[in-house]
């Protein structure tokens, strides 16, 4: 009777250990990646990496400006495109959530959010860049916006459902209409979870590059026209990683340490948000 | 209406005419060409001097000339890069007239990656046989017996090739065709090949440079610059006379002394020259014959037309310091000759 | 004029000017503005559904050459050749199932024992936020970093361990690709997992402790049977992102459009022949490269579809049971 008893408590002492052991390993690739970006990243970095623009190939110096320029347009862009389309589909979800149309729509929702985002870039050539003939932050913006759509629907949804409903019976008691109920009441008490939404949605795509190969395609110079290529840090990171010279290599470190900052800088601010008003999702 | 919505159509307004007038003035500052990776260090080179002193924006991103041919045919660059000259299909896809000038030489070398980076002579048949996967150890004792000196090790080979369509393929395999019966009648000559099974794809001429430098046992191909610029080991191949030939601009220039024909079009692979290096080739650039197509400005045309004529003129002075060999004066001459066909409406754009 | 205005989310005194001016019409345009804002709530939602039609109408149309010219062949034909427009998926097919599914197989552990620390050992505490915030800035990690770094430290590993088994020490392929995708979702799984877990009532586990079950046998017992279907659904989602994943695998795959024959083999997947030869292709190789991308969408597609209703049903029963 003690053996047995005594064998069932190594057996959880056992499992126990596995899964701490098991939990712990898997951080191991994830310390490795942040070491390595920090201690290559880091060293790159400095006021001519963030100010000047690339040198030709094999030319020592220069720096990613076009690409920090780049990225940036191709957010404020992508966020444009998605946020009111996005915000509005929410508020649809939530207030008409039981409707057959609702259904439908959160179903294509999933498949948005799950569809490869070299799909994504596939169909934006096709879209703008083809018909157009011309690769563009416009088309890239467009690729983008598709990836941002589902997680703005989704977390402006979430929010909106959240809400007390005593909320919106007392607006309407006074006599608010329905839809200035939802616009004034509601919406801005949800809007630090809508914003944390946005700025996860921001987080996943500030990094992607599948659907920018055929889209924005990258530009050596700088570039203010949205009708026109433009470059962008993970385009740079690709382009620059896949290349032999070893000075490259390290701007492709620094760039990727400037994209984790932005992308982590996304999630914190969004989680801070979140936190502060005990938003869950 | 009201005020809030005023200002609100005002601002929609403004940013509108900014971009719009933005993308108005700088159509002409700005061209837009994609393609071969092979000439890419001199282009990007010439671009960025033409920039100074021009403040012309020319982007140019290495997609591999095949890609560079298509997105010239889809019209969404104004020009190309290839080092293949177009095939009958492809300029019948392409709709209209395109042109090709010769911007520079250059030489596909076969790197590898080696201890002590031994400098290695190859025959015809070595380099085939190692990329039909038939000789697959460095040991190989007909690499042995070629290199008499040096000290192989038994490590299997790797084998990198291009993933994407590529002209420095086109070249590389142009030159094994006719140098070898058995590539002739497995893989042939093409910008995309069905290469034996195992092995690997990389994009453009910086990644096949890039895998070989970071993998001992490695062998790829690429232009000559990459391999200089990374200091890799590249092989002397032997050449028609039986010499085995360093690639240098020298040898490269010895092959490329032929007669060019109007349209540019001729192959210098396996060349008679006793000092040419076998596997040299021209790059070109390609744009259509008539600019007014798409709804271009005329400015947009011009400035194309001006770009190309200064790339094999004053530009030519980039491509020696970084070990291109600049065109013949017969090559100039031709090229000029052109660039001069170029026509907007049906008019001449340059005289 | 009052419907745009209050489209546009313009302040009440504007309305009540007007309300006061002209009391008649006043309800008559509330009434309006109500059904405009219903109107583009719907719009706005009927959109969406049109999006992902146009994506799928357009993926269709755009492959139809190719599907006319291989039909099913596409399926099982092994030979890419673009020099003789020849197209069979059959290689990319494997490849995108033999790294995805070893990439699941190889996260199983690590992500379920992350559900369990987190879920059922340390609920709180420094240690858990830890890991939770790791598992987080995994998650936030764009793929192109995964891709360099996978270039400058998983390669060179493989290939030393390439060299110590005998086989040609390329670096990249199948496996490489296999583990940086594993690291991918680990963080996905993991967290799908832990909620998973959560939601186990508290009430079932209390009653197994209190006839004296060790924590093992609770977990093995009560929680993974409970708790099963929803691990399943997390796994099959992280299935699904390994599938459509692309610059990481793109950049440690090799690029070999042959049917691997060994696990350190090159390879491609679905999505990394695509990024890799699309911007080249022309004419039907365009096209059978958008049928490859039709088909990725649609297995993407169902696999979502069924992992989201697998976790959808189990968090509707935790539900019911909890009240």
């Known amino acids: ?281 | ?351 | 004029m009052t419907e745009m205005c209050s489209v546009n989310g313009i302040g009440m005194q504007d309305i009540n000017e007007k309300t006061e001016t002209a009391d008649m019409t006043a309800k008559n345009t509330m009434d309006k503005s109500e059904q405009r804002f219903g109107k583009v709530l719907l719009l706005a939602a009927v959109f969406v559904v049109v999006l992902l039609l146009a994506i799928l109408a357009t993926l269709v149309a755009a492959s139809i050459p190719a599907i006319k010219a291989f039909g099913l062949t596409f399926f099982w034909g092994t030979t890419w050749d673009a020099a003789a427009e020849k197209f069979g998926a059959l290689p990319f097919l494997a490849g995108t199932l033999i790294t995805s599914f070893l990439a699941t197989l190889i996260c199983i552990p690590f992500s379920i024992a992350i559900s369990i620390f987190l879920g059922e050992y340390f609920k709180e505490g420094v240690f858990s936020a830890f890991l939770r915030s790791s598992v987080e800035v995994l998650a936030g990690i764009p793929s192109v970093i995964y891709g360099l770094w996978g270039l400058f430290l998983l390669m060179p590993i493989m290939r030393a361990i390439e060299m110590y088994l005998g086989v040609t020490p390329h670096g990249v392929g199948l496996l490489t690709s296999a583990l940086i995708l594993a690291i991918m979702i680990i963080p996905f799984s993991a967290s799908i997992g832990r909620e998973v877990i959560t939601l186990v009532p508290g009430d079932l586990k209390e009653a197994a402790f209190s006839l004296g079950a060790t924590r093992f046998e609770v977990i093995r017992n009560v929680i993974i049977p409970y708790a099963r279907s929803g691990i399943i659904a997390g796994i099959l989602l992280s299935l699904g992102r390994a599938i459509g994943e692309t610059m990481a695998v793109t950049m440690l795959i090799g690029n070999s459009n042959f049917i691997p024959t060994g696990i350190f083999d090159p390879s491609n997947t679905m999505a990394s022949v695509i990024a890799n030869e699309f911007a080249e292709a022309t004419g039907i190789t365009a096209a059978s490269l958008i049928y490859v991308a039709l088909v990725l969408f649609l297995v993407t597609t169902v696999v979502n579809i069924v992992g989201t209703y697998v976790i959808k049903k189990v968090a509707l029963e935790a539900s019911k049971e909890v009240t």
């Open chain 1, 1 to 281: 009777m003690k053996d047995h008893t005594t064998a069932r408590m190594i057996k959880d002492k056992v499992f126990r250990a596995t899964v701490i052991l098991l939990a712990c390993f898997s951080m191991l690739p994830l310390l490795l990646i942040l070491y390595f970006i920090t201690r290559n990243g880091i060293a790159v970095i400095n006021w001519e990496f963030l100010s000047q623009l690339p040198r030709p190939i094999g030319e020592d110096g220069g720096g990613v400006f076009n690409a920090i320029v780049g990225t940036a347009i191709l957010i404020i862009l992508s966020s444009i495109l998605s946020i009111p389309f996005g915000i509005t589909t929410g508020i649809y979800l939530s207030e008409k959530s039981d409707g057959k149309i609702a259904h439908i729509v959160r179903l294509c929702v999933v498949v948005l959010q799950g569809t490869p985002s070299i799909v994504i870039g596939i169909v934006a050539y096709l879209w703008v860049v083809a018909p157009f003939h011309s690769f563009s932050a416009i088309s890239g913006g467009v690729a983008l916006s598709i990836m941002m759509l589902p997680v703005i629907i989704k977390a402006t949804e979430e929010t909106l459902k959240l809400m007390p409903y005593h909320l919106k019976e007392a607006s309407l008691a006074l006599g608010v209409p329905y839809h200035k109920t939802i616009l004034k009441v509601i919406l801005p008490t949800g809007i630090n979870g809508i914003l944390t939404g946005i700025l996860l949605s921001l987080a996943r795509i500030t990094g992607e590059t599948a659907p920018l190969l055929f889209t924005a395609f990258g530009n050596q110079f700088m570039n203010w026209n949205l009708f026109k290529p433009i470059d962008s840090l993970p385009y740079r990171i690709f382009y620059y990683a896949m290349s032999p010279y070893p000075e490259w290599h390290a701007f492709a470190w620094g760039a990727s340490f400037m994209l984790v900052a932005v992308v982590l800088g996304f999630n914190l601010i969004a989680r801070g948000v979140a936190a502060k008003w005990k938003v869950q999702f």
């Open chain 2, 1 to 351: 209406m009201s005020v809030r919505l005023r200002r609100f159509c005002t601002w929609v307004l403004a940013l509108g005419l900014l971009f719009g007038s933005t993308s108005l003035f700088a159509v002409e500052r700005e061209l837009i060409g994609a393609g071969a990776t092979f000439p890419q260090p001199l282009y990007s080179k010439m671009f960025d001097a033409y920039f100074q002193q021009n403040k012309i924006k020319v982007n140019y991103q290495g997609i591999g000339s095949g890609g560079g041919i298509n997105q010239l045919t889809k019209k969404t660059v104004d020009f190309g890069g290839t080092d293949a000259f177009m095939t009958a299909k492809e300029l019948q896809a392409a709709g209209a007239a395109v042109l090709h000038i010769p911007t520079c030489l250059g030489a596909v070398v076969v790197i590898y990656n080696l201890p002590g980076n031994p400098k290695l002579n190859l025959t015809q048949d070595i380099v085939a046989d190692i990329f039909l996967g038939k000789i697959n150890k460095w040991s190989d004792p007909r690499i042995a017996a070629a290199n008499p000196k040096a000290k192989l090790p038994g490590l299997p080979i790797s084998v990198v090739h291009r993933a994407d369509g590529s002209g420095t393929t086109y070249i590389f395999s142009e030159y094994l065709s006719k140098v070898s019966n058995e590539w002739k009648e497995k893989i042939g000559t093409g910008k995309s090949l069905n290469w034996p099974a195992g092995q690997i794809g990389q994009k453009g001429n910086p990644g096949v440079a890039g895998y070989v430098r970071q993998t001992p046992g490695a062998v790829g191909y690429v232009e000559l610059l990459y391999a200089l610029q990374n200091k890799m080991a590249f092989g002397k191949i032997r050449n028609k006379a039986g010499v085995f030939i360093e690639p240098t601009r020298t040898s490269v220039s010895a092959a490329a002394d032929v007669k060019i024909p109007d349209d540019t079009n001729v192959s210098l692979t396996d060349t008679d020259a006793k000092d040419g290096y076998p596997i040299s080739s021209l790059t070109w650039l390609i744009f259509y014959k008539e600019q007014s197509y798409g709804g271009r400005s005329k400015a947009k045309a011009e400035s194309l037309a001006k770009l190309l004529h200064w790339m094999v003129t004053d530009g030519q002075k980039f491509a020696e310091p970084l070990q291109y060999s600049p065109l013949s004066k017969q090559a100039v001459l031709k090229s000029l000759k052109v660039i001069k066909s170029m026509t907007y409406g049906g008019v001449p754009l340059l005289k």
